[in-house]
């Protein structure tokens, strides 16, 4: 059959786009390589410092370090065998030759070298027959005795390289029969109206992954079902998820396919035809039934339900229908305790409850999002939220006065607190961590001028005096102390920039000397950095950064370090303000802009003494008559970011009005002369009370420690 200009394009078009997405997929699967070949090698860079252990542990640990690097070997020569091997099979004929009406063979496939399962194998890969059970090339002879085994044996009166090579060729087609069955089976058609082949069931698209809510942020949600204490929520618009299922509903009417139950039971993410609403969904799939196998047990991803279809409802979920996220999020009521009876009759109230407001249009606010179902606030159109009727209504307990009862009630039943684990030493015992430190240190010495112990000379260990509850005295000094720029008067004015935004009345912010020159010095000569850009280029010359010393020990709390910051890639000036050691992160306060952000420590550097010499940049302001409109911490964040969204990076003029110790009360005015503090009480986020200026030049503050 002859194929018109028109549908050769029109299927050179749809192969293009198929060529570009598998693509596209194969560069995403090339960065992952990339990423495992270099994590590899970090951890084969740490073997080696695996061997500074105890003698009695050196060995086990260095045969298992070999062991691991052996491993690691085995998996980068098969890597290099498979391209080597893609090499070889990528070199094809492309001699142009007349059309024929024979069909013609389609090129080797790729699919058995697949470099990312090379990567992830946990063994070398040793075997060399074929994954589909090809023949070999050289078939087995059949044995036989040796007394009647003939030296040379000919089929034919005329020479065997004839009979050789036709039984090479028939081995050769074997194998290219086997590899076209194999592509057969792995060819996915996307678009079933260009062409008549269907799309296998097996090789349906998965969808992306949904993006994550930010805590402290409203968003528009729709609340589509509910199941015992969870309900889901959309928080898109709904007329999208609508004109999709409308798109889906008129594209699985015309091209419907026939498909059993085992090829149902091979689909991840599909579709299904609903007869109550008459419109399809995209679902996950789950389990079939264990009676017949008739029926399919299917998650809908768009609305949270839970349904089950007959087998003929079932469709796989083609590509163009997974470019976007399941719309429905999994979510609980934030600050109460709806479980807190252990009742099932309770349970049952709260879910007739909260399905009263399935299809309500609201906002929630999330305050937490580590888990998969997200804690929020659900405030309905009236501005009342879910969470406190709730309380209201007699159905759950706050979770605040639930903790304060637990607290007052003790321990619980059956738990005995004398059971406890036994320890000698104290710092064990507070800590969990056994200090081996003590090895080196004399258990003999209790101080005194002579700095021994009773063995004298003959001892080798370290006379160090410690302390009575277990811990030593030896300390490691850190860079703790940084001077602040002088406060600046009351009743003066400021130019300054607005660098964070902390709270509804509290701001950091740098003053700007429009007189200030940014020198450079002459070539060969290093002087410490006197203005902000200045200590910033240094601090990210390429010098400097190849000349950063890693911390020997865990960052202490107030500790002044060179902290990278993630959105910009750059290192600043930092100082630690808390440390979690379960997943390695540190707390940092970037002290010439008031910034807190959580970091790796591996992001952390020694600060340099030069880096120390400028005074800390940021100052922070309390804005003058400013007052919480309510004592609702929602109210604190909305009114937080109206203030980060007229003041962020901006250039304002200040009026000093009071000083501290650490901050100032200031007015703040726009480059039109406004107030702030008036803006904000007009969009009515904070009241504001009258004020004036505390002149301190006649009076002396005393800190005292």
């Known amino acids: 059959m002859q194929l018109s200009f028109v549908d050769l394009a029109t299927l050179t078009m749809h192969r293009r786009q198929e060529m570009e997405a598998r693509t596209q997929i194969f560069h995403e699967k090339c960065d992952r390589a990339v990423e495992d070949i270099k994590r590899l090698k970090l951890k084969t860079d740490g073997f080696a410092q695996q061997l500074n252990c105890d003698p009695n542990e050196l060995k086990e640990r260095f045969l298992n370090c070999m062991k691991q690097l052996d491993e690691y070997m085995y998996l980068i020569t098969d890597f290099n065998i498979a391209i080597s091997k893609l090499d070889e099979a990528s070199a094809t004929d492309n001699t142009p030759v007349h059309d024929t009406p024979a069909k013609p063979l389609m090129p080797t496939p790729m699919a058995p070298y697949n470099l990312i399962d090379a990567l992830s194998e946990p063994a070398p890969s040793t075997s060399t027959s074929c994954s589909n059970n090809c023949p070999p090339e050289k078939p087995k002879r059949a044995k036989t005795p040796k007394e009647n085994q003939p030296l040379i044996v000919f089929s034919s009166s005329s020479a065997s390289e004839e009979s050789v090579q036709q039984m090479k060729s028939e081995v050769a087609a074997k194998e290219v029969q086997c590899e076209l069955d194999a592509e057969l089976r792995n060819v996915k058609i996307e678009d079933p109206p260009t062409t008549s082949v269907a799309t296998s069931p097996s090789e349906s698209s998965n969808l992306p992954a949904q993006t994550i809510l930010e805590t402290e942020h ?279 920039l607005v660098t964070n935004v902390c709270h509804y009345d509290r701001v950091y912010v740098q003053i700007i000397d429009e007189n200030e020159n940014d020198e450079i010095p002459s070539f060969g000569v290093v002087l410490p950095a006197t203005t902000l850009p200045a200590l910033v280029r240094d601090m990210n010359s390429l010098a400097t950064i190849a000349a950063y010393k890693p911390l020997m020990v865990a960052p202490a709390q107030g500790e002044l370090v060179a902290a990278l910051y993630p959105l910009d890639n750059k290192w600043y000036r930092a100082r630690v303000l808390s440390v979690t050691r379960a997943d390695q992160t540190v707390e940092v306060q970037y002290v010439d802009y008031g910034t807190v952000m959580w970091v790796k420590e591996d992001q952390l550097r020694v600060l340099e003494a030069r880096h120390m010499a400028l005074p800390a940049q940021a100052i922070r302001c309390a804005l003058a008559g400013v007052k919480a409109r309510s004592q609702l911490s929602q109210q604190w964040a909305q009114a937080k970011r109206a203030l980060s969204e007229m003041l962020q990076d901006t250039l304002l003029d200040a009026h000093v009005i009071a000083r501290e110790y650490d901050e100032i009360t200031v007015e703040l005015f726009d480059k039109d002369g406004y107030s702030i503090a008036d803006q904000l009480a007009a969009i009515n986020m904070v009241e504001l009370t009258p004020y004036s200026v505390v002149y301190d030049t006649e009076t002396h503050k005393v800190v005292v420690p």
Not at 256 to 261: L, Y
Not at 446 to 470: A, V, Y
């Open 218 to 496: 409203v968003y528009d949600a729709t609340i589509m079902h509910v199941d015992g204490t969870f309900f889901w929520v959309i928080t898109e618009d709904p007329e999208e998820v609508k004109n999709l299922m409308i798109d889906m509903t008129k594209f699985y009417s015309e091209h419907h396919r026939d498909i059993d139950a085992n090829e149902v039971k091979t689909l991840t993410c599909c579709a299904f035809y609903d007869d109550d609403s008459k419109c399809y969904y995209r679902g996950l799939f789950l389990k079939l039934n264990d009676e017949d196998n008739t029926l399919a047990e299917i998650f809908v991803v768009d609305t949270g339900e839970m349904r089950v279809a007959p087998v003929e409802c079932v469709q796989p979920l083609y590509r163009r229908f997974c470019a976007k996220p399941p719309y429905a999020r999994c979510c609980h009521l934030a600050g109460v305790d709806l479980v807190s009876y252990n009742n099932k009759s309770l349970m049952e109230k709260q879910e007739v409850f909260m399905s009263a407001y399935i299809g309500t249009q609201a906002s929630i606010e999330v305050d937490d999002n580590t888990s998969e179902s997200l804690g929020v606030y659900v405030i309905l159109p009236s501005g009342e939220t879910l969470n406190k009727i709730i309380v209201q209504q007699g159905l759950a307990l706050p979770i605040d006065k639930l903790a304060g009862d637990q607290a007052a009630a003790g321990p619980s039943d059956g738990l005995d607190i004398t059971d406890c684990p036994e320890y000698d030493d104290p710092v064990e015992a507070v800590t969990g961590y056994k200090n081996r430190d003590e090895i080196d240190i004399c258990k003999h010495y209790k101080g005194g001028p002579e700095k021994t112990c009773f063995k004298g000379s003959r001892c080798t260990k370290k006379h160090i005096l410690k302390h009575p509850d277990g811990w030593t005295l030896d300390r490691i000094a850190v860079m703790g102390k940084c001077k602040s720029i002088p406060l600046p008067a009351p009743d003066t004015w400021l130019k300054v």
